[in-house]
C-alpha cells in the first residue's frame, strides 16, 4: 500500500473538515465540486466521506473530508495523525484511512492505531 497523505492532526480537523491538499490524492480529483470518498478503516469497515474540492488561500486546492461520524466513533483528538494510503483490490484502488496516537510504552513513544 502507497501512502498518500500524513498529518498530525489540529483542533480543527477534527472539529471541522479534514483537509487533503489536492496534489496528495492524484489526478482523478476534479479542480472543483462534491465527490464521495470511500475507504476502510483498519478494522476492514467501509466509509464513505462526502469531499468537496476548493481553493484554500493559504495551501492551494484542496480536498475537505466531512468525517464527523468517523471522528465520534473513533474517538479522534488533535494530535493524533492521519494517514491515508492508496489500496489495490481486484475490483480497483480504494483507500485505507488509519488514525495513530502517540502512547509512551517502556519508556518509547510509539504510535498505535486507534
Do not use: Q
Not at 489540529?10 to 489526478?27: A, F, R
Request: with cysteine; hydrophobic share 40%; proline share 4%.
Amino acid at each position: 500500500m502507497a501512502v498518500m497523505f500524513s498529518k498530525l492532526l489540529t483542533e480543527p480537523d477534527v472539529k471541522k473538515n479534514l483537509l487533503i491538499p489536492c496534489c496528495s490524492m492524484g489526478p482523478s480529483i476534479p479542480e472543483e465540486g462534491v465527490l464521495y470518498m470511500n475507504a476502510l478503516d483498519n478494522a476492514g469497515k467501509t466509509w464513505s466521506f462526502p469531499c468537496s474540492v476548493h481553493l484554500d488561500e493559504t495551501t492551494g486546492t484542496v480536498v475537505s473530508v466531512c468525517w464527523d461520524e468517523f471522528v465520534r466513533e473513533k474517538g479522534v483528538r488533535a494530535n493524533d495523525k492521519v494517514v491515508l494510503k492508496e489500496k489495490s483490490m481486484a475490483e480497483g484502488t480504494i483507500f485505507v484511512v488509519e488514525v495513530k496516537r502517540k502512547i509512551r510504552l517502556l519508556g518509547e513513544d510509539i504510535w498505535a492505531d486507534i
